[in-house]
Every structure is written in structure tokens, then in C-alpha cells.
């Protein structure tokens, strides 16, 4: 168990480093917008969705009304619906109460390294807590750092920080590069996304890229079967 745990943890140790610029960035951000110290921890820690509190701490400096800021946030999670269904076919030996403490820590990252790893060989709940859960505390203590040091860390996007989510995003999607099929795949994700970005308001890009996605991997798989 302790060294199922292990292997899961050096799985996923390098997530580490790339999310300590990032909570940072967003600690600042929230300071910047208002948000104490303690107001920014919590948020990491109970939210715990980067891509959601940048959404919201744009939206909360826009004056977006309460019902609106929920909708849009929760819009940006339901790509949580998707890896969690993903996710749960290879956790159903899990004994339930387990399995659903777990889920509150599978994150994208978290995500990729447990398909991988379910690629080869059967996951066990102290692998699946390893390759998560200490993301989440990293992402607490940088948040904290973050908003502490707040305006003194400057433009983020000037020293390239707004890069690093979509550098660790391009870093776990090459782990599951195969060949042409994936590159059309996430050619069709990515093209989808773009386009709803430009087009429809709001956040949906994110689900309309993932659900693109699934549409090309469900043809080309069917067009192999046949």
C-alpha cells in the first residue's frame, strides 16, 4: 500500500513544480482584486480548480451578479463529468465511500497519470491517492505565497507564468501521443475549443473542445472496428 502510494507520488511529483507558479499567479491575482490572504486559501482549498478561480476572479472584478458567476463556474467544471466517468471504470473494485474521497482530487493532471497507469496495469486506491492528492496541498501553500506577496510579483504574463497551464496541459497530453489518430483528435479538440472561444460566450469552449474530442475518438474507433 505504502508503496503503491510512492510510485503514484512519482508519477506525479513534476505537477508540483508546475503548479507552484500558477497558485502563486492566482494568489496575486486575488489579492490584487481584494481577497484576503485567508479568503484566497480557502478558495484553493475548497474549489481547487485553477481554470474555474481564474474565471471567477475575472468575473467578481467585472461585477458579475451571484447567479451568473455560479453558472459560468460550474460551466468550467463539467469537464470534471467527463474524467470522472472516464476515471470510474477503472475504480469500481474501490470500496465507494473511498472512490468518492478520492474524486475530489482528480484533477486533470491527476487524470492523465491514472489512464496511463490504467493502461498497464489495475489501480489501487493508494496509487490513485499518491498521483493526486499532494497536488492539493501544493496548491494551497503556493496560493498562500501568492496572495502575501501579492502586487510585488509584478505582470504575471510578462515573466510568461500565464504559459504554464497550457505548457503542463501540452505536457500531459504528449504522454498520451500514438500516432496520427491522436493527433486528429486532439486536432479536432482544439480546433472546436478555439472556435467556441471566438464565438460563443462564456466558457463552454472548455466541454465543446472536450466533447469534439470524444466525437473524433468514438468515429475513428468505430472505423477501425468495421
Same mark, same amino acid.
Given at each position: 500500500?505504502?508503496?503503491?502510494?510512492?510510485? &503514484?507520488?512519482?508519477?506525479?511529483?513534476?505537477?508540483?513544480?508546475?503548479?507552484?507558479?500558477?497558485?502563486?499567479?492566482?494568489?496575486?491575482?486575488?489579492?490584487?482584486?481584494?481577497?484576503?490572504?485567508?479568503?484566497?486559501?480557502?478558495?484553493?482549498?475548497?474549489?481547487?480548480?485553477?481554470?474555474?478561480?481564474?474565471?471567477?476572479?475575472?468575473?467578481?472584478?467585472?461585477?458579475?451578479?451571484?447567479?451568473?458567476?455560479?453558472?459560468?463556474?460550474?460551466?468550467?467544471?463539467?469537464?470534471?463529468?467527463?474524467?470522472?466517468?472516464?476515471?470510474?471504470?477503472?475504480?469500481?473494485?474501490?470500496?465507494?465511500?473511498?472512490?468518492?474521497?478520492?474524486?475530489?482530487?482528480?484533477?486533470?493532471?491527476?487524470?492523465?497519470?491514472?489512464?496511463?497507469?490504467?493502461?498497464?496495469?489495475?489501480?489501487?486506491?493508494?496509487?490513485?491517492?499518491?498521483?493526486?492528492?499532494?497536488?492539493?496541498?501544493?496548491?494551497?501553500?503556493?496560493?498562500? /505565497?501568492?496572495?502575501?506577496?501579492?502586487?510585488?510579483?509584478?505582470?504575471?504574463?510578462?515573466?510568461?507564468?500565464?504559459?504554464?497551464?497550457?505548457?503542463?496541459?501540452?505536457?500531459?497530453?504528449?504522454?498520451?501521443?500514438?500516432?496520427?489518430?491522436?493527433?486528429?483528435?486532439?486536432?479536432?479538440?482544439?480546433?472546436?475549443?478555439?472556435?467556441?472561444?471566438?464565438?460563443?460566450?462564456?466558457?463552454?469552449? /472548455?466541454?465543446? &473542445?472536450?466533447?469534439? &474530442?470524444?466525437?473524433?475518438?468514438?468515429?475513428?474507433?468505430?472505423?477501425?472496428?468495421?
Amino acid at each position: 500500500m505504502i508503496r503503491d502510494f510512492w510510485r &503514484g507520488f512519482g508519477e506525479v511529483w513534476p505537477m508540483l513544480l508546475a503548479y507552484a507558479p500558477i497558485a502563486a499567479l492566482w494568489g496575486a491575482v486575488a489579492a490584487g482584486q481584494g481577497f484576503s490572504p485567508l479568503e484566497a486559501v480557502l478558495v484553493s482549498g475548497i474549489v481547487y480548480s485553477g481554470a474555474a478561480q481564474f474565471v471567477a476572479v475575472d468575473l467578481v472584478k467585472a461585477g458579475t451578479p451571484l447567479s451568473l458567476l455560479v453558472f459560468t463556474i460550474a460551466t468550467v467544471g463539467l469537464r470534471h463529468v467527463l474524467m470522472s466517468a472516464s476515471i470510474s471504470r477503472h475504480v469500481q473494485h474501490f470500496p465507494r465511500l473511498k472512490a468518492s474521497i478520492l474524486m475530489f482530487w482528480l484533477t486533470d493532471e491527476a487524470w492523465a497519470i491514472l489512464e496511463r497507469r490504467a493502461l498497464h496495469e489495475k489501480l489501487t486506491p493508494a496509487y490513485f491517492l499518491g498521483a493526486s492528492m499532494p497536488l492539493w496541498p501544493n496548491w494551497i501553500l503556493f496560493t498562500a /505565497i501568492g496572495a502575501m506577496i501579492g502586487n510585488k510579483l509584478g505582470d504575471g504574463a510578462a515573466i510568461g507564468l500565464d504559459f504554464a497551464f497550457a505548457a503542463m496541459f501540452i505536457a500531459v497530453l504528449a504522454g498520451f501521443w500514438k500516432g496520427p489518430r491522436t493527433g486528429a483528435i486532439l486536432a479536432a479538440s482544439a480546433f472546436a475549443a478555439c472556435m467556441a472561444k471566438q464565438f460563443v460566450p462564456g466558457a463552454w469552449f /472548455i466541454l465543446i &473542445g472536450g466533447v469534439a &474530442g470524444i466525437a473524433i475518438a468514438v468515429a475513428l474507433h468505430s472505423e477501425r472496428e468495421a
